[in-house]
């Protein structure tokens, strides 16, 4: 057995262990990158990437179909299901090829292929025949999708988010097993390109919106397109001439049967810890096999252990998981005299339609007795209107003693856009009077904003009384 020793080791060439080598080589530290599979990062292969060109073809045969609305006809839309995953396929392979070139950027001698796990605290060995000894390790290694035991008969028929963008065709039924961020985003998608789909979820939620006024509305917006079977589990899924047929008690009790020629199983993704033995690193393991971490340093207790990424299932998004790679590497090169960092403002978004996003706290984090809240609707909104886009809702969270903005749920037309404006106002810790001092054009989307902004403004009672605000709150626009 060969044995190097070296200052640290990243186990995984994904995002976040990518980040962790750049900040490994700007300490100008002994490292390597031991990747298991395949270099091109799950981002750019099977996740943020392919979903959003998928999502990006559905707007487009939607605009189509909607332009009749500004008295605009098209003459029968026809969907290409071929094209539109040739387009996904080809657009895909590009933003991969760019994520294999970042990582080839790194000298070869540095990056070793063959699955790691641990054989020592600070031990790992890298396939059969070669064993690395550091003085610090990043584990960076990703999760994969989780598919429910009751789907073993027909584990070969079922997709994952792993192969769902190798269909060559657009099908005819699919049933979307977890209403969760990816099963919506690409169920919803498919089903705008044409399949007729059916949602399931053990859950009685769609998305990851906590706030119970947010599920209502959006829950009765999407049944208006989408058949959603919330609160049941499928009972069993058997294996047909081209299809799969699945059962499932509905939330009334009924038993329910449908066959389906796709099942995409979206039930969540799992960190993966499995195969890498970190028993040998004599950290204590929760029930999940979870080492302690701490998110603000990256590190696993005191041990010169990091978790970046998704492994770490703390926020599995890949802006998190890049500043989880910088600050796992640079603590890696400083250890034992880590650096706390302080964490970004929480942003999530879904590209559903419409799209939902929070912003800073979720209504389910907050202090809930300290907390106003103030909501808007976006259905009678002047800009939503103006692009028959008038459907959506906000739910503004202050809270009462200082006036700080502490976050929103939304839902509605550009979702993604108004939820980085006050993901931002959140990390700056501005007051709602802070706020309504910026400016906003007319007419925007985020007049919607300031209107429930206004509305918190008058709850907090600061609405009146100073000049400034006087401003912020004058009637009219
Ligand atoms: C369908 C889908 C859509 C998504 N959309 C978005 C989005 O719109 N926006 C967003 O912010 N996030 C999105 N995400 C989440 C985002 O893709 C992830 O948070 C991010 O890619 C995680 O990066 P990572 O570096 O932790 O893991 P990965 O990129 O998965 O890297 C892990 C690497 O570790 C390797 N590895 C695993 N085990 C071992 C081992 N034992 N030895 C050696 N190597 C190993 C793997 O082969 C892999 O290359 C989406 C995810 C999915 C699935």
Known sequence: MERRSVDAVVIGAGSAGLNAVAELEKAGANWLLVEGAQYGTTCAR?????????????????SVERAEVFGIRAQGVDID???????????R?????????????????????????????????????????????????????????????????????????????????????????VGLE????????????????????????????MQRYVQTVLRRTMKLELNVAVS?????????????????????????????????RRPNLAGLD???????????GMPPWDPQTAQCGDAPIFLAGDVNGHAPLLHEAIDEGRIAGENAARYPDTMRHVRRAPLTIVFSEPQMAIAGQSYASLDQARTEIAEVSFENQGRARVMARNVGLVRLYATRDDCIFRGAELFGPHAEHLAHLLSWSVQQRMTIQRMLRMP???????????????RLARQLKVESGRPCEDLAVSPGM
């Open 81 to 91: 299901g071929a094209a539109v995953f040739e387009r996904v396929r080809r657009e």
């Open 93 to 181: 392979d590009y933003f991969v090829a760019g994520a294999v070139a970042d990582t080839e950027r790194f000298p070869a001698a540095r990056r070793l292929m063959g699955r790691a796990r641990f054989v020592g605290p600070t031990s790992v060995q890298v396939g059969e025949a070669l064993v690395l000894d550091a003085k610090a390790i990043v584990i960076a290694t990703g999760s994969s999708p989780v598919v429910p035991p009751v789907l073993d008969p027909v584990r070969d028929r079922v997709r994952t988010s792993d192969d769902i963008f190798e269909l060559r065709r657009v099908p005819a039924s699919l049933a979307v097993i977890g209403t969760g961020i």
């Open 440 to 454: 906003y054009y007319h007419p925007v989307l985020e007049e919607g904003l300031r209107s429930g902004l206004r």
């Open 236 to 268: 069993s899924a058997e294996p047909m001439e081209g299809a799969v047929r699945l059962r499932w008690k509905s939330a009334e009790g009924e038993e329910r049967v449908g066959e389906f020629e796709e099942v995409l199983v979206a039930a969540g």
């Open 278 to 288: 970190l028993e040998q690193t004599g950290l204590p393991l929760d029930e999940r």
């Open 46 to 62: 099977v996740g943020c990437m392919p979903s959003k060109l998928l999502v990006a073809a559905a707007d487009a045969a939607e």
């Open 186 to 213: 690409l169920g919803q998608a498919l089903s705008r390109l044409g399949a007729n789909v059916t949602f399931l979820d053990r859950s009685e939620h769609v998305g990851p919106l906590t706030d119970p006024a």
